[in-house]
């Protein structure tokens, strides 16, 4: 699959919004991702099907939406209705995971499993098979602009040990702390989507900072 980056609208600027996104768009970055959190399954609250709502039909990027939220089932049909493509939910939130996932397919959408830095990779062995993307969190959720966790890495080989051995390939993304000192590195570990929040939109010029993004992968491209 060809990589793909993700710039995170958590960081993006709410009050012009579309002149944000719209150089990303046409840098390069290929997929818009939607932090959505309720203030329970992370301390911090952000956006609802609104946000999808307003894009869908104004881009043609892919709609990701990252749902942090306890009972992630109750949300599937208004983000799938708001035009969502990807729809993630964390391991640690859903007690009925397969099902969510399945719910996700059931709506047109592309289901992802989402982990947190603390919960180890063999969580995810029962639901390898069910979804087409693990979203490896390399922070721990709830807020943008924090710092990279370097054990990332290691848990990356784990995640690729477990896809390697099951009957399905989903693709590894990884959400937090991902700017230009490291995209390369997890690309060359197996990253095919990146999240980029702070490193795309806190600068000045979106636009360059997904270009530069985007060049680094290209340079470690073997
Ligand atoms: O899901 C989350 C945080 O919970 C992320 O998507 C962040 O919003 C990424 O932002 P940066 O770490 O790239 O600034
Ligand atoms: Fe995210």
Same mark, same amino acid.
């Given at each position: 699959m060809?990589? #793909?980056?993700?710039?995170?609208l958590?960081?993006? +600027?709410?009050?012009?919004?579309?002149k944000? $996104?719209? =150089?990303a !768009?046409?840098?390069?970055?290929?997929?818009?991702h939607i932090?959505?959190? +309720?203030?329970?399954?992370? =301390?911090n @609250?952000? &956006?609802?099907? *609104?946000? =999808? #709502?307003? @894009?869908?039909?104004k881009?043609?990027?892919?709609?990701d939406?990252? @749902? &942090?939220?306890?009972?992630p089932e109750?949300f599937i049909?208004d /983000?799938?209705?708001?035009?969502?493509?990807?729809i993630? /939910?964390h !391991?640690?939130?859903a007690?009925?995971?397969?099902? !969510?996932?399945?719910? *996700?397919?059931?709506?047109?959408?592309k289901?992802? $499993?989402?982990i947190? =830095?603390?919960?180890p $990779?063999?969580?995810l062995?029962? &639901?390898i098979?069910h979804?087409? /993307?693990?979203?490896?969190?390399? !922070?721990?959720?709830g807020f943008?602009?924090?710092? /990279?966790i370097?054990?990332?890495? %290691?848990?990356?080989? %784990? @995640?690729n040990?477990l896809i390697e051995?099951?009957?399905n390939?989903p693709? $590894? %993304?990884? +959400?937090?702390?991902?700017?230009?000192?490291? *995209?390369g590195?997890?690309y %060359?570990?197996?990253?095919?989507?990146a999240?980029?929040?702070?490193?795309v939109?806190?600068k000045g +010029?979106?636009g360059q900072?997904?270009?530069e993004l985007?060049?680094?992968?290209?340079?470690?491209d073997?």
């Amino acid at each position: 699959m060809k990589f #793909k980056l993700a710039p995170s609208l958590l960081a993006a +600027d709410f009050w012009n919004l579309e002149k944000a $996104i719209l =150089p990303a !768009v046409e840098a390069g970055a290929d997929v818009l991702h939607i932090d959505v959190m +309720d203030g329970h399954f992370v =301390p911090n @609250l952000t &956006m609802g099907p *609104i946000v =999808p #709502k307003a @894009l869908a039909g104004k881009t043609d990027a892919i709609l990701d939406v990252h @749902l &942090m939220v306890t009972n992630p089932e109750n949300f599937i049909t208004d /983000f799938a209705k708001a035009g969502a493509h990807w729809i993630s /939910f964390h !391991v640690e939130a859903a007690t009925h995971a397969h099902r !969510v996932s399945q719910q *996700i397919r059931d709506a047109g959408c592309k289901p992802g $499993i989402a982990i947190n =830095p603390g919960t180890p $990779i063999a969580h995810l062995e029962a &639901m390898i098979d069910h979804v087409d /993307f693990v979203l490896l969190m390399s !922070v721990n959720p709830g807020f943008g602009g924090q710092k /990279f966790i370097e054990a990332t890495y %290691q848990r990356l080989a %784990q @995640l690729n040990a477990l896809i390697e051995k099951s009957d399905n390939t989903p693709f $590894i %993304q990884v +959400d937090g702390g991902v700017g230009v000192a490291n *995209i390369g590195r997890l690309y %060359q570990a197996g990253v095919r989507c990146a999240v980029a929040g702070s490193s795309v939109f806190g600068k000045g +010029d979106p636009g360059q900072a997904v270009r530069e993004l985007l060049a680094e992968v290209e340079k470690h491209d073997a």
